[in-house]
């Protein structure tokens, strides 16, 4: 018997991406959508690629609406989730791809955003320490940020393994649908086509208390990150290039294979092989994740590149992946591994 | 039991595409992958998007190395598809995603090409008067260009029902993935991108012919065409624009009428809504085509406009159609409908 | 001693471009600059490759921040032009970038615009015939819209000379920049990135009857103009495919030497050798046009392609030149004729 | 008198970037150009941007080609420059961009390089101590890379204060043309657009040695620098990411000021107003570099983030600069500080 899902925020670019890959998802059955401006509007008009959705019509966000299904996908603005899923009850599992409940500390929490803290749930990236065992039948996930997302990839693994002192630099570039679809001055094709440009600059990049939070976690003891994200003159991907200064006695090799035994078991993420280095175009679409490492002796840092698809692994997929784990299905189910390309 | 697949040139973007497309086929098995030049490197170095066959290792394009199999793609330069047929056999079902078997008329094979007439196999355009039955069973098939795909698909119901003058005026704009992987000056990154050209004009492009073939059959008389190519910046999608003067007596509503009637029951074309026009976004990745039709009455002119992918529907995605069609699958089998976007 | 000359709009597209020749014009001094909504606003923030006038504030668009100038340039929404025009009186040259004076016929207007047409200027199109007489010492110019800069420049030596027939058929792909700076949800980046798509199909574009009367005006007899836009991925530029049936007599070398013939003395259009076709990018930021012709014996039809920058040659530069034709400045003061590539 | 200026390189990306600055340049007539594996083509095929100069033939990259100028400038691959240098003899004035007079230190250079150390040269980034006296008169200058350029100019003030500790952390992005127009495959548009890769990580990239040069003696100590390059889907620009730990004491008002006092005076280089940040858009074709600085307080680094076009400051423009130094003119003759935006 299917699982029926319902998609909040079924108009914006991480709405359409979790709609593209549940459509792909033999387990699920796509009940209703919603959106906030959209409501009463045909999918088709706003999510074009969405062939065999078109005729779909947005609801307004209510409970009532959202009621009745196993899984509710909240793809809404942040502040709004407590409140849904309180009233949708525990029996339904949410899957908030928003930031309400990813941040385990309140006062970090207070620092970037200007909403009460509302709590943290199990976090949507099996890949990291532990992480699957908290997915494992919970009724509520929260999807990491992309950014946060390919960094903690990049990362933890060098946390973990104390291979790097605990302060992380990091630059990453966004494609621009990370920015979402409001219509922004800033993010009109001409401005950005054919241009690169930096935001959120000196710490105040609201991922910045994630990432730190999951390195943290890895290293068990603090880590300061340096996180500089860029716009990037292309609609998807992210490519996360994440430094830190090598601990004395690390070498080249233990980097190696502490990565390649980080990941050999991971269905999604992929060491590639030495030499080769990731270009996010070979994750267009994809849930795959491709890094490299690399050693820089003479600056004594090691290097991890991290190619993803912002909004597949970065957030749709992450989130259909750990819903796969919630409902104890296989965690792979869905999920495409190939990109589009070129 | 599966259908086992070789796919000869997997190292290009066609054959690229075939296995992307293959991968998700749920009655493919993929054998042998063939490349000329790389034979022996790993399919990972060469198509990184591809990464659960990252594995694999090309050989050369032998006969006997594509023996075996119950399926052969080929995706060879034109001139070499007849003599690796022939030696494969009859049983064999042989997809050409080249030009060799395309054009039934040697007189316009000969003004466009510089090797022999090879003859011509069941046209694999399913969309088109005829093809389903010429396809169904056969053990050849010749895949349609990427530009008479999407024009053949824009205007034969036009000329199907006498709509329209037989001289058709086409001005398409492809992604740069159509002009292959062969690395050449003017495809260089720095050249494409921020820029829009020309090439091929004044009926010197090899779709010329094809399309003025298809054209002529659904009009059941002589049809010119005045086709211009232009290189567009983007890796992938067909927009082609297509028009002709209207025939006295053709009104708006017989054009829309004749094209919603064409389509009705096609599971990869859609002709959008009245007031939406395609956008090659709305189908990256997928076999889906967009269609829109306008009358233009001051002008007396029919313009009808096709978004397809020119890698999916304009060549894997409607050899792999043909390919289902063939062998008695279900038509939809392995084919995305939906698009990567944004 | 300089001329003074202010910028109505300069926050926009056109009036950044306006702003980019003159601050390189050797003998304009640069006044007032206005914008709407952005009155107050440092030019900075709002253009920042202006560079050396980052410090400039605009004001208001009122009659009084305008006067006191010897050139007016108007780059605002149209049915304002008018009472500017008027209030600022007969001494001051005014340039208008806007529709409002282009179309000479009242009905024409009409049926594209919904407010009262205001009339005729001298055209800012200096190549076309007569046009640099009436320019020569004007007060008014309309400056042509992009896409009929491109067009007209294209197809009306054809039509001076009578090669082809009284029907046109152009499809056009414009740079984003096109569509102006206001955010709309289908110009973002996302959006536009990857993808082409029509618009004002099927003869609803305004360009279209400016179009048709510069062709018209060459042909000495009405022109019918079948007219597709297109949004292309590239910030700016114009590649314009014009076609139109061969008269009877009309040779391949007649096409040619009719174009030879009509560019031959002029300092910003160049009809390319044989065998070379136009490019948008070879025109970045120029005041150049690009053309090549062909002509297609099979299907009977002249086919012209003309690239040009929608802002520089297809807006401002198109200004400034019929500025300086105005003022009796030498034409070619101040406009680039090298683009920035690649 | 007009300074004749011969370009050996003219068909190549840097080569054509010169051209199109010294054309616009009062003081100087273009004299010889030469290239290698196109002598005997006109420019007009191979740049055809450069419209003014169609018509000129390359020649054989020769001694005797280039002499009888003021002025060579060499955009020719590395293990050239010297012998074309000596062979010219002391009284032209030769602008070397290739890299083999950059670096002062012979082991670095064969670190890096596989011919042997030529020696080094005045350094042509005026902005840096001392550099401009060095200029001055000289009759041989070397011209930085564009990395270089870039992260040279965000970092040294930096460094020069004293406000950060000796280990740099560099992530940039380059636009295509930095890696040439010769044709690879992975340079191909439909492999770069949509998509960004790092290249030379983990220290191996060549211009990693010549910005520790630089940054080492603005701090008067050894500098280590972790250099990321990667590849961005624009022809254009880079965008440096430049961050250093902050020293003890180091506050944000000191970084603010220091910066600001660096470049006061500076005809080429602005510091944005506070809360704005560099796009490379806002330089296209521009010898401008625009900059931006932060204090993380909680990273406790300094972030600075430079934007320059790589050909145009980054090469060419910088090269012009240094000449104009060197040849007593105006240093910004010539040299436009508007980018072609948008």
New interface residues.
């Given amino acids: 018997m299917a699982v029926r899902a319902a998609v909040a925020g079924a108009s914006g670019?991480a709405g359409?991406e979790i709609l593209?890959l549940l459509?792909?998802h033999p387990e699920i059955e796509i009940g209703t959508l919603t959106g906030n401006s959209n409501a009463g509007e045909r999918l088709?008009?706003l999510?074009?690629?969405?062939?065999?959705l078109?005729g779909r019509v947005l609801e307004e966000t209510t409970t009532a609406a959202l009621r009745g299904h196993d899984v509710v996908f909240l793809a809404l603005p942040h502040g709004r989730s407590a409140a849904v899923a309180e009233e949708l009850g525990d029996d339904v599992l949410v899957v908030d791809c928003g930031a309400d409940f990813r941040l385990t500390d309140t006062a970090a929490w207070e620092r970037f955003y200007d909403t009460p803290h509302a709590g943290s749930w199990p976090y949507g990236l099996p890949e990291l320490p532990g992480a699957r065992a908290a997915l494992r039948g919970t009724r509520r996930i929260a999807v990491p940020g992309c950014y946060p997302t390919a960094v903690s990839l990049a990362l933890f693994p060098a946390y973990a393994a104390a291979l790097v002192e605990p302060?992380a630099?990091v630059?990453a570039?966004s494609?621009?649908?990370g920015?979402g679809?409001a219509?922004?001055?800033h993010?009109?094709?001409?401005?950005?086509?054919?241009?690169?440009?930096?935001?959120g600059?000196?710490?105040t990049h609201r991922h910045?208390p994630e990432i730190a939070q999951n390195l943290s976690a890895a290293a068990g003891t603090p880590v300061?990150?340096?996180f500089?994200p860029?716009l990037?003159?292309?609609?998807?991907?992210i490519?996360a290039?994440c430094?830190a200064?090598a601990r004395p006695g690390t070498t080249a090799e233990a980097v190696r294979a502490t990565y390649e035994e980080a990941f050999r078991d991971e269905p999604f993420v992929?060491l590639?092989?030495e030499g080769?280095?990731?270009?996010?175009?070979?994750?267009?679409?994809?849930n795959?994740a491709?890094l490299?490492v690399?050693?820089?002796?003479?600056?004594?840092?090691v290097?991890v590149?991290a190619?993803i698809d912002n909004l597949t692994k970065g957030t749709a997929g992450g989130a259909v992946q750990s819903m796969n784990i919630a409902l104890g299905l296989p965690e792979e189910l869905g999920l495409?591994?190939?990109?589009?390309?070129?």
Same sequence: chains 1, 2, 3, 4.
Wanted: proline content about 11%; glycine content about 12%; overall charge positive.
């Fill in positions: 670019y359409g593209r459509a792909g088709g008009t999510q074009p690629h969405l062939a065999p078109a302060e630099v630059v570039a494609g621009t649908s920015a679809k219509a922004k001055p993010l009109l094709g001409s401005e950005v086509m054919g241009s690169m440009s930096p935001y600059v000196g710490g910045t300061t990150v340096s500089t860029t990037a003159p292309m609609p998807r991907g490519l290039t430094t200064r992929t590639l092989p080769r280095w990731p270009a996010t175009a070979a994750v267009y679409g994809s795959a491709l490299q690399a050693y820089d002796e003479a600056a004594a840092r290097v590149v190619a495409p591994t190939i990109g589009v390309a070129p």
